[in-house]
């Protein structure tokens, strides 16, 4: 079957505008992660939802960052007023009956 | 919280050569996953190994919980084989946010 799938896989915007990133889990899968993975580095944890419902945003870096999941399915990261620092790859992760989590091919931002 | 370390950080290897890139922890996990980050950046399950040994063709992995570190062999190296590779462990709260190591960059030239 298809695989997590995110879009758009790459996004240029300027500083101060708004930015939606898009996921598309595995069919069927309940659980759906998102982190952010800075050059150089390993991903790190953003936010967590099971279902519809958002279980942990302990990572989102502050309230520019939002994210939502509102039938359980495909979910959407959104970033306010962009900066310069919020330049990463986004990947997002879900699972299902098991633990091992399956991750997209991201979404590279860039802001200028 | 926990901490994931792995090395080496960086290895070039000559095509045909074997490899080891270790991960440690620091507290008791009961799942790790290895995963390959290619050059176009897509992040590639390798192995869901909490503990044992599992092979999949060139590739194996071995966890050893109780001393907290897995070991990814790579064995007959090629060109593909290139790329960022992690491990990473759930964090404590009872779901699997996961902690990722830093990564090892593998650079395997022909």
């Known amino acids: 079957g298809a695989g997590v799938s995110q879009s758009p896989r790459y996004k240029v915007t300027k500083r101060g505008q708004d930015v939606a990133l898009r996921c598309d889990p595995i069919s069927g899968h309940v659980s759906l992660y998102w982190y952010r993975q800075a050059l150089g580095q390993g991903p790190e944890f953003l936010t967590y939802?099971?279902?519809?419902?958002?279980?942990?945003k302990s990572g989102l870096p502050n309230d520019r960052f939002s994210a939502e999941r509102p039938e359980g399915s495909i979910s959407t990261l959104t970033i306010q007023r962009t900066e310069q620092r919020d330049s990463a790859m986004y990947r997002c992760?879900?699972?299902?009956?098991?633990?091992?989590?399956?991750f997209g091919p991201g979404t590279r931002l860039l802001v200028l | 919280g926990i901490q994931v370390e792995q090395s080496p950080p960086d290895l070039i290897l000559q095509e045909g050569a074997n490899s080891t890139l270790r991960c440690n922890f620091s507290?008791?996990?009961?799942?790790l996953q290895w995963f390959h980050q290619n050059p176009w950046g897509q992040l590639i399950n390798l192995f869901y190994i909490p503990s044992g040994t599992k092979q999949n063709g060139r590739l194996s992995a071995t966890t050893v919980a109780t001393e907290r570190y897995s070991l990814l062999y790579i064995s007959s190296s090629q060109t593909t084989d290139s790329g960022v590779y992690f491990c990473a462990v759930p964090s404590s709260g009872g779901y699997n946010k996961l902690i990722f190591g830093a990564g090892t960059r593998l650079a395997v030239h022909p």
């Open positions: 939802f099971n279902y519809e419902a958002q279980q942990d």
């Open positions: 507290d008791s996990v009961n799942n």
């Open positions: 992760a879900s699972t299902g009956a098991g633990e091992t989590q399956y």
